[in-house]
């Protein structure tokens, strides 16, 4: 049992290194917020004893095959690296729309709130039921999206973040529905059992 719970965590950590994040204003962001691996904005940065700094995932592949800093070519392992919190703050700090908003999600907050968000987010696949999972497709949950903004097919005369998604009228009734959502997530499973 403890060895699952392990495994199940470091699912979800490799999961949010993968995480999508819609950056509002990706000109705003430094460049030397980017990975001069991947060359993308860092995700959980790790800070080498020369200065430089990596994403954890990048920074860890990389010493598989080569025992030194891609930058300057010191020697370094694993084990030297640490958190680089100074990033880490400075980039949580971007604000971001929430990665489920191809579904219906209008929320923009700060990068660091946004995993906090996502628990609780109504349009989660995680935290949707599943009368509303057979509407939507299975595409749209598991398409990877966009890194920032410019990337959602906005037309360069438009600066604006696009409106999210339409919500159905079921998950209009469930994203409202307040303390009456289990009553609304049984209606609909009786009524589904009723057609089978």
Known sequence: MPQQRKRKREDDHQHEDEEERYFL???AVSRHLFCSICQEVFIKPQRAPCGH????KCITAWLKHKKTCPED???LQVAQLHNDFILTNIIGDHMV???FRKLGCAFIGQLQKLAMHKKDCDFNPANIPEFLLKGVESKQL???GPSNINDLNV???EKSL???AKPSLKMRLFQNGGGQRDLLVSMFDNKENENT
Do not use: F, G, L, Q
Request: with cysteine; aromatic share 4%; glycine share 0%.
């Open 162 to 164: 696009p409106t999210p």
């Open 53 to 56: 700094s990596y994403c954890k």
């Open 73 to 75: 070519r010191m020697p």
């Open 97 to 99: 729309a929430c990665p």
């Open 25 to 27: 204003n990706p000109e």
């Open 142 to 144: 598991s398409t990877p």
């Open 155 to 157: 037309p360069d005369n």
